[in-house]
């Protein structure tokens, strides 16, 4: 460690926000170091969770794999994976016609691998790679709360992320931890400099779910960002990457256009089929009306509760100087959860991968630890003690879609 008095100038990051300071970074680029502890106990959470969800079944007398496997979304995917595109409409009481194509098709594709390679169900195969992706994905948020603020905070982040009232969906067969990890580790190259990755990981994450896009708008912006920043010549990988962002998620909506005869409009036309667009936010204020009107039992009020709590963490994420990759990606999901129609208790699902959103509240919880770990703890426990039950009631016993 260098005893020169001479103040040197901090190196600039890639993702840094214009005219912003972050702290600076961990020394070593090899991996973070104390992601063990942080990833026992994200393990040891969602098992919780899991075992709550196990024992609400058991008291409704219902299967648990199906109950996981099987459920809502998830049985489109499996359908898709041993059937392929094209085999499966529904049409609705009101005499929409739903298809599978607004289904993007990475998580299937890697369902019928895994069923080609192995014995396994369709089912059992899909909550496989769904309950290895989270792993991946929580040592993805782990990597990159290491990275910006140090283990500390790092570990407070994984942890939050794995309380969430709907972090439960990350041990069911839905795209989320797929999506996730895609993100969390094309983010963390974004930090790191490494724009081929980011662009190859947004990509695939833009072919896992339809608010992929998310991904790429932050790493293409990043690069935009950095070339700007840059004096001189832009090394050929940063466009490269900034381009091979959105390609994923592009690809599937042309395809879905193509085959619908409208390019450009026929994947949109579908996702309208399922009450899934863009409105401004017009669907979110009919459903606060109705809420207010005649109310929601439990789950549509806690899926407001989520949705006014992400709006506030997004701006006290903006207010941390966050790096703009993150603050982008986060941006772009919570700008469609608010602008989007569709059924509000799905709204809380679609914020689950934006863990940069926990970036304030891990700090300040890492803050509480050293001082006031009883303190500390006493807040996480009283999380879980919520949020793991409720991730039981939403996954076996609530009728509301996911």
């Not at 942890?159 to 999506?179: D, G, K």
């Not at 036309?269 to 979110?284: M, N, P, Y």
Request: glycine share 10%; net charge positive; charged share 10%.
């Amino acid at each position: 460690m260098s005893t020169s008095s001479v103040p040197r100038p901090e190196p600039t990051a890639p993702s840094g926000l214009p005219g912003r300071s972050r702290p600076p970074r961990p020394a070593g680029s090899g991996p973070p170091q104390g992601a063990l502890p942080a990833l026992a106990l994200f393990l040891a959470v969602r098992l919780a969770g899991l075992l709550a969800v196990i024992v609400t079944n058991e008291l409704r007398g219902q299967p648990l794999v199906r109950n996981l496997a099987h459920s809502w979304d998830s049985r489109w995917y499996l359908h898709i994976a041993t059937h392929g595109y094209g085999h499966l409409i529904w049409i609705t009481p009101k005499g929409t016609v739903q298809t599978d194509w607004a289904f993007f098709p990475l998580y299937p594709a890697l369902i019928r691998a895994l069923t080609a390679a192995s014995p396994l169900t369709p089912g059992r195969a899909a909550l496989l790679i769904a309950w290895t992706a989270a792993g991946v994905a929580a040592y993805g948020v782990y990597a990159i709360g290491h990275r910006l603020y140090g283990p500390g905070p790092a570990t407070a982040l994984v942890a939050l992320w794995a309380v969430l009232p709907h972090a439960v969906e990350l041990t069911i067969a839905y795209t989320e931890s797929l999506f996730a990890a895609l993100a969390a580790w094309s983010l963390h190259a974004v930090l790191r400099g490494r724009w081929l990755w980011a662009g190859t990981l947004a990509a695939l994450a833009g072919l896992s779910r339809p608010s992929g896009f998310a991904v790429a708008v932050a790493v293409s912006l990043a690069a935009g960002h950095q070339a700007l920043r840059q004096r001189g010549r832009v090394p050929a990988r940063l466009w490269a990457g900034a381009i091979l962002a959105p390609l994923g998620w592009l690809g599937h909506v042309l395809w879905v256009g193509s085959r619908t005869g409208d390019l450009l409009g026929g994947y949109f036309t579908v996702q309208s089929a399922w009450e899934s667009r863009f409105d401004f936010g017009a669907g979110s204020l009919r459903f606060l009306r109705a809420l207010f009107l005649y109310g929601g039992g439990v789950v549509y009020p806690v899926a407001l509760v989520i949705v006014a709590a992400g709006l506030l963490l997004f701006a006290l994420l903006c207010l941390d100087r966050a790096p703009l990759a993150l603050v982008v990606f986060s941006g772009v999901l919570v700008l469609l959860v608010i602008g989007g129609s569709g059924s509000f208790s799905s709204k809380p699902r679609f914020l689950l991968p934006a863990f940069p959103l926990l970036i304030p509240m891990a700090r300040a919880l890492a803050r509480t630890w050293r001082p006031r770990p009883a303190q500390a703890a006493a807040v996480y426990g009283a999380l879980a003690v919520v949020s793991l039950p409720f991730g039981a009631y939403v996954t076996a016993v609530a009728h509301s879609p996911l």
